[in-house]
């Protein structure tokens, strides 16, 4: 499953020692809140330090984080739990080479012009 949306926190770190097999272990926490009329927040882990610090996830940058929900129970209760797998920044997009005509480096393209062309076939130009 998968997630596009702004983080707005980064929880502190967890780490400890594996009491079954003597590892250290490490993970950390975010919130991301999707975009929409009714914006949603989502809490989700990232498990090992490799990939905490590999995937360098930052306060405001917006990301589209893969994940995998898994449920276990604890005295009875159940709990959810988001676990992150992958994290890809929404602005990781290719350059172009050149800069549009105009334009600045790394200002944004301007919008094509309009060409006059409908998008879509006249009613009356379908083959059938």
């Known amino acids: 499953m998968e997630l596009t949306g702004r983080v707005i926190a980064v929880l502190p770190a967890n ?7 003597g590892n250290p272990w490490m993970s950390q926490e975010y919130v991301i809140e999707v975009p929409g009329q009714y914006p949603r927040k989502c809490l989700f882990r990232l498990f090992g330090e490799d990939r905490i610090k590999s ?8 990301i589209t ?4 929900i898994d449920a276990h129970e604890y005295n009875g209760r159940w709990f959810n739990e988001i676990r ?6 929404a602005n990781a997009v290719v350059q172009p080479a050149a800069p549009a005509e105009g334009g600045a480096p790394g200002a944004a393209p301007a919008a094509a012009a309009p060409t006059g062309e409908m998008p879509f076939p006249a009613a009356d130009d379908l083959p059938f």
């Open 65 to 68: 984080v893969s994940f995998d």
């Open 15 to 21: 780490s400890g020692v594996s009491q079954r097999t």
């Open 84 to 89: 992150a797998y992958n994290i890809t920044r």
């Open 55 to 62: 995937f360098n996830i930052q306060n405001g940058e917006d």
